[in-house]
Structure formats: structure tokens, C-alpha cells
């Protein structure tokens, strides 16, 4: 069932087109933002781990009625519309296939707006290059939200996606809170791309981000990546080769795991 609701929620995001109020990002904000009577559960919304807990509320009711009803076909029905609305973000996508179409063009000025939209949806203010933009944008919107839905179901998957989106206060608090959640995530991704990369290279970057703590995900994502696989432009003018290279890693990162899944579906794990 894992493996179907998966390869189903996936294919579904690339080709299915809806509004943008289709978004787990969307309902959590609004129901952030929901209204109730005045009293100890408002007053209570406003501490941190309040606000937290207020906001997987909605994942935890799907998980509450899915055990309530136990119906294999339901949970699966579920999983898939519930990962399908947890992994959609058309605006990146969009927003990528602009800035390919503006770069092969020669419009920098809308490649570099293009660019600047992966850099807010990845939550990178800085100068960060196309390359690691996409590296992460994957690992936030597709790789952890699957890596937590087999790991704990739909539940796993909503919650993490409800931290990932939710509107928080920027402190240490939550930074840590962020480098938890993706801390897993980020060494299993990146361990797919010591097979599909260059391993030689890439295995001694991996084996640093596992032992150096706190090294950043962020960071540890855009290394091991980088030594996995030569990113560097074929010639100077040449701006899109970069991002193309990248999406062809993760992609062929997500084709092992899935495959790997496959086998293990097969040997009765999932």
C-alpha cells in the first residue's frame, strides 16, 4: 500500500492541475488563523508549543478517524489525497520552468525573478544558486514527506508537512526544532546520492555530516550533493545546465528508493 499510495500521490502532482488553495500549506494557514471564542484555549494558542500543537490538530483528526473506521481501502484513499495535498507546491514548478525558459532565451532579468521565487519557496533569502535551491525544495516538498509517511504513516507525513509550512516565530527555538525534523531526512536523501553519484567523492562529505553535529542540513544537503555530482556549468554562458544536472540527480536519487521499496514490498516489510 505504501509503495502504491506513493508512486499514485506523485504522478497525480505532476500532472494533475488544481487551484492553489489545494495546499497543505494553505489549510494549515487557515486554520492557524481560525477564529474561536476567547478564553483559556486562545490564551493558551499563543505559547509556542500551544501554537504547535493547535496546528497538527487537523493531522491528527485524519489519523483519529482512519484508526476509528480501520478500513484498509479508506486509509489508502486517504494516504493518497493526504500526500498528494502534503507534497503539491506548482508555484516552484512553475516558477523552475520559467526560469529554464528565461535562461535559454537570454532574459536574465526573468530568470533571475524566477530564481528569486525558488529562494523565498525554499525559505533561502540569501544568494543561494539554482542548484541548491532545487536540492532542497525536493527534500522539504517530496523526499521527507514520503520518508515520514513510511516511517509513520499519514500521520508522520501531515505532521511533518504541518511544521514544514506553518507560521512560526524565527528564534533558536524553532531553528532547532527544523534541524530536527530534517535531520533524518537530509543523511538518508543524501545517502542515495553516494549510489547514484560519485561515491569516492561524495562518502567522505556524508560520513562528516553524520559526525560533525550541529552541521546544517542545508549545508550537508548542497556538499554531499556537489561532490556526488559535478555541477559546474559546461562554459560561462551556460546557466541552465546547473539546475538541469541537479533535478537529474534527485531524481534518479528518487528512482533508487523507490526502487528499494519495491524490493521490500516484495519481501513483505511494507
Same mark, same amino acid.
Given at each position: 500500500m505504501y509503495l502504491l499510495a506513493i508512486l499514485l500521490a506523485y504522478s497525480l502532482e505532476r500532472t494533475v492541475q488544481l487551484g492553489r &488553495?489545494?495546499?497543505w500549506r494553505r489549510l494549515v494557514l487557515r486554520w492557524q488563523h481560525l477564529q474561536i471564542a476567547? $478564553? /483559556?484555549i486562545e490564551e493558551w494558542r499563543q505559547h509556542s508549543l500551544g501554537k504547535v500543537l493547535w496546528a497538527i490538530i487537523p493531522a491528527l483528526i485524519i489519523w483519529f478517524v482512519l484508526a476509528l473506521f480501520h478500513n484498509t481501502l479508506l486509509t489508502f484513499l486517504v494516504s493518497v489525497g493526504a500526500l498528494f495535498l502534503a507534497i503539491r507546491v506548482p508555484a516552484a514548478r512553475a516558477a523552475y520552468r520559467g526560469y529554464l525558459d528565461a535562461a535559454t532565451s537570454g532574459d536574465d532579468e526573468t530568470a533571475s #525573478?524566477? +530564481?528569486? /521565487? +525558488?529562494q523565498k519557496m525554499a525559505d533561502r533569502h540569501e544568494e543561494a544558486p539554482i542548484e541548491n535551491v532545487l536540492l532542497w525544495i525536493h527534500l522539504r516538498h517530496y523526499f521527507a514527506v514520503f520518508l515520514y509517511f513510511l516511517l509513520f504513516g499519514i500521520v508522520g507525513a501531515l505532521v511533518y508537512a504541518t511544521l514544514r509550512d506553518m507560521r512560526h516565530p524565527h528564534n533558536e527555538r524553532w531553528s532547532t526544532a527544523q534541524q =530536527?525534523? #530534517?535531520w533524518l531526512p537530509t543523511r538518508i536523501m543524501t545517502l542515495g546520492f553516494l549510489l =547514484? $553519484? &560519485?561515491f569516492s567523492r561524495a562518502a567522505p562529505v556524508w560520513l562528516s555530516s553524520i559526525g560533525n =553535529?550541529?552541521?546544517g542540513n542545508y549545508a550537508a544537503a548542497t556538499k554531499i550533493a556537489a561532490a556526488a555530482e559535478d555541477l559546474t556549468p559546461k562554459h560561462e554562458d551556460d546557466i541552465t545546465s546547473t539546475a538541469l544536472t541537479t533535478v537529474a540527480l534527485v531524481k534518479r536519487n528518487m528512482l533508487l528508493f523507490i526502487v528499494l521499496l519495491a524490493v521490500l514490498t516484495i519481501g513483505g516489510w511494507f
Open positions: &488553495n489545494w495546499e476567547q $478564553g /483559556k #525573478d524566477c +530564481l528569486r /521565487k +525558488l =530536527v525534523i #530534517d =547514484v $553519484g &560519485n =553535529v550541529p552541521q
